[in-house]
């Protein structure tokens, strides 16, 4: 797409853009009775009209039903957590039987770790990335020490070369062959949340696999945001979080794919009721027969509210398509990047310039008065976010950002620049 650097040039795009509808579908905040411009979709995603009717049925169906609505209503509680395998399997490339929504990013992680972080003395160590984010840092380096290692001997935190923020795929592969058959598991985000950096996923996953450890990845940033082939690239598992891209709100269910070439394998496990097998579910037998599925892993009867809110949310991405909101997302923050260069002394793009290598958001360095020029951002009603020490995260959503926000956020952003 050849760029113009006008408001007219963007309000044509928003006019020829074959999704544009779908911004009516939710609802934005207002800062002093205006619209604001939001692009903090990476954070927390705006909610759908349509969640409010979803919460409805299922109050009503308690009110009404009580009890029986497990088994009564439009879509009875006891298989709530079925209607997400096909729309979550398009979204992260994978079978039915391979999703799950279930619990929250973190406890998933936990889980899936009991799974695929087996460490014996030698074969114990895990690479992630050095800026990982916290959450998964922690789970990471208490899982090693729940298994008696030290994570200064047990993780490889792999550090961006000379003081950039990208890591290069060859240097993550060779991080891997020399860890060699020490290495128990590859655990990298999708998309980095700091750097927007999205990761060659299939070859960490071979050659991971090449020196016979696993591949796990977190899509918190990932999924909603590039399509993604986890089936094919033969990731061994994956976990994600709703309520970023996915806009299913606030600490909103959250998911796990198991690749289906370990869903019968006898791997350890820790177990709860919704993973034992569903035909014999409510025999309540001692033993623990599990489910040839995802739906192994899942531990507890599905929280309807929170899953009710991703239901919602899911049905605008099967309307759309992932394939078709990545199109609109390549130009949105081509269109970004292209007005941005006006800035490049003051405002360094510390994301991938290559699109195949980032998702919508780009992550500026403001070296100077980066603070103040936020604090401007954020009076002009422009909701972006900061992170320490001097990063600004902007992420244009192609669900239901525009054109014209994004030239208008450029305008603010020079105007605040200029005071
Ligand atoms: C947002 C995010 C999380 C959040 O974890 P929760 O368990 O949902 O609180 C974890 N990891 C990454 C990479 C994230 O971006």
């Not at 709530?80 to 729309?87: A, G, L, Q």
């Not at 309520?243 to 350890?268: E, I, M, R, W």
């Not at 409510?282 to 531990?299: C, G, H, I, T, Y």
Request: charged share 25%.
């Amino acid at each position: 797409m050849e760029y113009i650097n006008s408001r007219k040039f963007a309000v044509d795009c928003d006019r020829n853009d074959p999704l544009k509808e779908f911004r009516d579908y939710f609802y934005f905040p207002k800062k002093d009775d205006k619209p604001v411009i939001y692009f903090c979709g990476n954070s927390l995603g705006l909610q759908p009209k349509k969640v409010r009717d979803f919460f409805t049925e299922e109050m009503d169906n308690w009110a009404e039903h009580g009890v029986e609505g497990h088994f009564k209503g439009k879509r009875p509680w006891v298989d709530y957590h079925k209607h997400f395998r096909e729309s979550l399997g398009r979204l992260v490339g994978a079978k039915e039987t391979e999703v799950v929504a279930m619990n929250s990013l973190t406890v998933n992680l936990h889980l899936l770790m009991v799974s695929f972080y087996r460490p014996t003395p030698s074969r114990f160590k895990i690479i992630c990335e050095a800026g990982a984010f916290p959450s998964d840092r922690y789970a990471i380096e208490s899982q090693i020490r729940f298994h008696g290692f030290d994570p200064e001997q047990a993780l490889v935190a792999i550090e961006p070369l000379g003081g950039e923020c990208v890591i290069k795929t060859d240097q993550i592969l060779s991080e891997i062959k020399q860890a060699g058959d020490e290495l128990a598991l590859v655990l990298f985000s999708g998309v980095q949340y700091y750097s927007g950096q999205y990761f060659d996923i299939n070859k960490i996953a071979e050659t991971a696999h090449h020196v016979g450890a696993f591949a796990g990845f977190d899509l918190a940033h990932a999924i909603g945001n590039v399509p993604l082939s986890l089936h094919n690239w033969n990731v061994d598992f994956a976990v994600w979080c709703s309520y970023k891209y996915l806009n299913s709100g606030p600490g909103g269910v959250g998911g796990a794919f198991v690749h289906q070439k370990h869903h019968d394998q006898n791997l350890p496990q820790f177990a709860g009721w919704w993973g034992t097998n569903e035909s014999e579910r409510f025999e309540m037998k001692k033993e623990f027969n599990p489910m040839v599925s995802a739906d192994r892993w899942q531990l507890s009867n599905a929280p309807v509210f929170n899953m009710a809110a991703h239901l919602a949310s899911l049905e605008i991405f099967e309307q759309a398509g992932i394939n078709a909101l990545r199109e609109k997302s390549l130009q949105l923050t081509g269109f970004l990047e292209f007005l941005l260069s006006d800035l490049h002394e003051l405002i360094h793009i510390i994301t991938p310039k290559s699109p195949d290598e980032r998702g919508c958001q780009l992550s500026l360095l403001i070296d100077a008065n980066g603070r103040e020029i936020f604090d401007q951002l954020h009076e002009q009603n422009v909701i972006v976010d900061w992170r320490e020490p001097n990063v600004v995260r902007a992420a244009p959503v192609p669900l239901y950002n525009t054109f014209c926000e994004v030239y208008d956020f450029v305008q603010i952003l020079k105007s605040a620049i200029e005071k």
